[in-house]
């Protein structure tokens, strides 16, 4: 789910979509650190490290596979503090591994934190469901809405710099419509464990094990 | 990991902020840049300092396959979404010269800005990065998050491939079934739950050695003769090309 150095700032559309990223970025690194404390930084920086060492589990589809993205499971952990944890990760991939680029950090870090901040707001409350059903259920649709708006706002950045981009557009959208249920199904077992194992990393009560 | 292991290389000289300071100004101004003779200086130049950096050429093509997967992306689908003249037909769509050309130079400005991020950001230590930023205003917190997510990194990742080989002895193979998506969840969650037990350890090892928000700076760049060269020639650099694209 990255967009390339280079790809959008070739219009002034694209110019603008690459500005409006970095502006969302701002913000909510801002907000996401002012909720950090110092002594939070630590844990922080581990979990993200730990979704970083995720992402690289394949999972078989067909003759193929596709990667854990879990922005859904990163905003119900993280809350606010997706923005910033994101911005580094993101930040070290360019470093690292080539994969996105200056220009367009602050783009790629808003589509996948917004969809996590969104999570966090919408299924917070849900996955302290009593049942284990319900908390699987929302946990769910929680990692399922994440990584599709996650897509839905890849596909926009594209759509929107330009004519040429709709090709691109729909192709990546529906590269991601295939993934959401497999990353639902993750992100509902990742949760109902983690609910019986370690609730505080979800602020949540225990749930009770049979 | 160290980059500069085999003998320091003619950038390794140049202080790592104006290196960075180098990088984003470059960026700024290819990214805008669409004519070919600019974008042609532009890779130039990123090749040349790519041959000063010290990395080596198998390490440089490796960090830039993921970008030109990208790119061939786009120089398939692009052309088949442009108006203007059309080279041919595939199936219902219509294959457009301008298309092409636009893919073309994306292409050409991706692998421009990013090969010479590789050449004089990548090739430094990412603790010198994050020792170079925290000169820049960048919110203390922002830089202690950078350099813990450094430290912890293949420390998480090893914890991964461990616990990885756990699975795998008990005779787990993924398919795509229930049981693969129970198992890599269970796996995602145990993984979190250790990652969170040992920040603990860390904070309370912080805290018996009085840490209290501050990292001290040991040592200090020094901005010589040297550096107000470098920062010369890449202005030239960049004036050169923006003088080829707005002439």
Redesign the interface.
Known sequence: M?I????L??SLAG?AVLGAGWAATALG?AIG?RR?D??R??????????F???S???????VTSVH?V?CG?VGL?LGWAAF??L???L??Q??????G???TLGLNTAVMATPAIAVYAIFRRAVHARSETATFLSAFAAGALGVLLGAVLNAAALALSG??????AR?ALAAHLVIAP?EG??????????RK??PE?LDAPLLATH | MDPTADGPALLDRVDPRSRILA??AF??V???V?RPPALLAALASAVVSAAFSGVGLRDMLR?????NL??L??VA??P????GRQLGTVGP?SYSAD?LR?AL??????????LL??AL??SLD?NT?GHAISHFRV?D??T???L??????D???R??HRLRAAIEVRAFR???N?H???T?????????????D???R??AA?KCRGF??HFYLLDHFHYSRRDALFAAAAAAVLAGIARLEWQ
């Open positions: 990255h390339a150095e280079g790809a700032s070739g110019v690194t650190l950090m110092y002594e930084v630590p844990q922080v920086a581990l979990l993200s490290s730990a970083f060492a995720v690289l589990i394949p999972i078989p589809l067909g854990l879990l499971l952990v910033p944890a911005l580094v990760a930040f070290l360019v470093l690292i591994a080539g994969a680029g200056p220009t004519r040429e981009f709709q090709v691109v192709a497999f199904l993750v992100t509902a077992v990742a949760v109902v464990f983690l194992v370690r990393l | 990088t984003i960026a700024l290819v990214s805008v669409n960090r830039l396959a993921p970008l990208f790119m992306l786009l689908l692009m088949l979404s442009s108006g769509f298309g636009l130079t994306i292409a050409a400005k991706g692998n421009a800005i990013v991020l590789l950001a990548g990412i990065v919110p917190k922002l202690h998050l950078l813990f997510t450094v430290r912890y990194l420390v998480l990742r914890e991964y993924p398919g795509v229930m693969t998506y129970r890599y969840g269970r796996l995602v969650g145990m993984l979190l739950v250790r990652s969170l040992r920040s603990e860390v904070v912080m209290h928000g």
